[in-house]
């Protein structure tokens, strides 16, 4: 894969295809922590078991290119929330990543130095989105969703709804940051940004956010902090030994 770097205020995002055969998927576990794999046989689900894995795997892989260290060599700390960082050799790297993936598409944010959160999530037209809406929301955000012609509402749902989980996931809150706290823009023609986070006004000021180029069928977001960033884009697949396509 050779070796990967990052420049100052840059942002490199993987977008890591997880559909693979079994045999691929074996070989993926050899490169994951006896913790890892452990999680990764509690999903009931044989493919959320791969999913999990090819995921993971292809995280090592590439994080591992960044750091100078073979995949199986990372070692990984859990904030309060269980977001990760890098520990052991690359604690003080400055590497910050983040990993999320839905269905068979994960993606990988990773900077050198800053904090950041990313979310994908499979656009389901069955979803009630609505429903779901009224019961997270901010009430302003529910507004603007009832406003958008229903044909365009799941898009629009899962438009916010990524915006949302990126900036909690920014943050390392989970459940703790109640998604009706702090409010997104989303709609057709309107900017992605935060737009008021109701205990601290400076939070706006803080993070930036974006919206992520996935795959047709998802939505895609970013929170990290700063502003004025570069994207860039990679590809690869959640077996391992795969290569990792150019930038």
Same mark, same amino acid.
């Given at each position: ?43 009931? =689900? @044989?493919?959320?078991?791969? %999913? &999990?894995?090819? $995921?993971? +795997?292809?995280?090592?892989?590439? #994080?591992?290119?960044?750091? !100078? ?20 050799? =690359? @604690?003080?790297?400055?590497? %910050? &990543?983040?990993? $999320?993936? +839905?269905?068979?598409?994960?993606? #990988?944010?990773?900077?050198? !130095? ?134």
């Amino acid at each position: 894969m050779g070796s990967l770097t990052l420049a100052e205020n840059q942002i490199d995002i993987w977008r890591i295809h997880l559909a693979g055969h079994n045999g691929g998927v074996q070989h993926c576990r050899l490169l994951l922590s006896p913790d890892e794999i452990q999680r990764a046989d509690r999903f009931y =689900l @044989e493919t959320h078991r791969r %999913r &999990f894995t090819a $995921s993971r +795997s292809a995280m090592r892989q590439i #994080l591992g290119c960044y750091g !100078g260290l073979a995949p199986e060599k990372l070692t990984f700390s859990y904030g309060p929330r269980g977001k990760p960082e890098l520990s052991g050799k =690359l @604690e003080q790297s400055g590497i %910050r &990543f983040n990993l $999320s993936h +839905s269905n068979d598409v994960a993606l #990988l944010a990773v900077a050198q !130095g800053l904090t950041l959160g990313v979310d994908i999530e499979f656009i389901n037209s069955e979803f009630a989105v609505e429903e779901v809406a009224e019961r997270f929301f901010s009430p302003s955000e529910v507004r603007r969703l009832q406003a958008v012609p229903p044909c365009e509402k799941p898009d629009a749902f899962f438009a916010c709804w990524t915006r949302k989980e990126a900036y909690i996931k920014a943050l390392g809150g989970g459940l703790s940051v109640p998604l009706d706290s702090f409010e997104v823009a989303f709609g057709s023609g309107i900017p992605t940004a935060l737009l008021q986070v109701s205990d601290d006004p400076g939070e706006l000021m803080r993070w930036s956010l974006y919206d992520i180029d996935a795959v047709e069928g998802y939505r895609a977001a970013l929170a990290v902090e700063g502003k004025g960033h570069q994207l860039r884009y990679g590809r690869t697949s959640g077996s391992a030994g795969s290569e990792i396509g150019a930038k």
